[in-house]
């Protein structure tokens, strides 16, 4: 059974930054999604295994960072210059799959999620 841990969320004010770690029992795909109460849950980064090339959603480009490190099969999340629209359950899930513009269907194993708060 495949596991998958976030870490590191928390309550914040506007332009501050936060790092999300994700651990997951082996070597995948993995991305970030996050759901905002009443709203989907939506796209937010992904990353492949070697580490090149971290796919953002359009809403966070420039502000959010994806890397990884595979010796601890760690990926990191730096948001920097948060919005309370970044407010929401953030989720990180691992896909057996190669790319990182993997729909979200292709993400089998998920984390329970780690909350972010961001007040004005």
């Known amino acids: 059974q495949v596991q998958v841990v976030e870490s590191g969320g928390g309550s914040v004010q506007a332009g501050d930054s936060l790092r999300l770690s994700c651990t997951a029992s082996?070597?995948?795909?993995m991305g970030w999604f996050r759901q905002a109460p009443g709203k989907e849950r939506e796209f937010v980064a992904a990353?492949?295994?070697?580490?090149?090339?971290?796919r953002y959603a359009d809403s966070v480009k420039g502000r959010f960072t994806l890397s990884r490190n595979n010796r601890v099969n760690t990926v990191y999340l730096q948001m920097s210059n948060l919005r309370p629209e970044d407010t929401a359950l953030y989720y990180c899930?691992?896909?057996?799959?190669?790319?990182?513009?993997?729909?979200?269907?292709?993400?089998?194993?998920w984390g329970r999620g780690t909350q972010v708060t961001v007040s004005s």
């Open positions: 990353i492949i295994r070697n580490g090149m090339n971290p």
């Open positions: 899930a691992a896909s057996e799959g190669w790319s990182s513009s993997a729909p979200i269907g292709e993400y089998a194993y």
């Open positions: 082996g070597r995948y795909t």
